[in-house]
């Protein structure tokens, strides 16, 4: 789909923005771009989309009966991905291509439990998001022998769409979501060097 390949094409260019090492003819001159910013940048594209999404193509469609967004989109008509298997989707895509970098919508609340919290760092990361949205949680991680950088951002529901669809879903453990509340983070995670 066109806005699978898009989401990825403009995360490709925001981290191709960013000097690597390798890639100067002396790498001494290359700046160093902290971890922080990198994942600053990541954050911003991901959500842009997903918040274009949800309310530019969601929210019109279901508002005029034309579509709506459900889990078995690829296999019901008339059905179009949620917004957090946008997310999820095209991640598992950008993955494929480019190893490393990986993000993921998760929640304390998740209706999917493939959305839950993988770990006890999410799940206290999660908790920090609720006492201060403002700041994303971060940490350096090793997994398998890899060092990456971790940082998890608020999940802000965007529009009346998320919480109805929350709010209103059988799975759903919480049934009183308002537009702006925190449901959940936004994982994104990519190797660093150790310093």
Not at 146 to 174: E, L
Request: charged letters at 20%; proline letters at 8%; one cysteine or more.
């Amino acid at each position: 789909m066109k806005w699978t390949t898009s989401m990825s094409l403009l995360t490709v260019i925001a981290l191709s923005c960013f000097p690597t090492r390798g890639y100067a003819a002396d790498a001494r001159d290359v700046p160093i771009v902290p971890p922080e910013a990198v994942a600053d940048y990541v954050y911003a594209v991901v959500e842009s989309h997903r918040a274009f999404y949800t309310t530019h193509v969601v929210q019109p469609l279901e508002e005029q009966g034309v579509a709506k967004a459900g889990a078995e989109w690829s296999t019901q008509k008339n059905t179009i991905p949620l917004p957090v298997q946008v997310i999820n989707e095209t991640s598992q895509k950008f993955s494929a291509k480019f190893n490393g970098l990986r993000y993921q919508l998760i929640s304390q609340w998740p209706i999917n439990v493939k959305n839950a919290p993988r770990d006890q760092i999410d799940k206290s990361s999660l908790e920090s998001l609720s006492m201060r949205p403002e700041r994303p949680t971060s940490r350096i991680i090793k997994m398998e022998d890899q060092t990456y950088f971790r940082a998890i951002y608020p999940d802000i529901a965007v529009s009346q769409a998320c919480v109805s669809c929350h709010n209103s879903h059988p799975n759903s453990p919480k049934k009183d979501f308002q537009v702006g509340d925190i449901m959940g983070g936004l994982i994104i995670e990519f190797p660093v060097e150790s310093r």
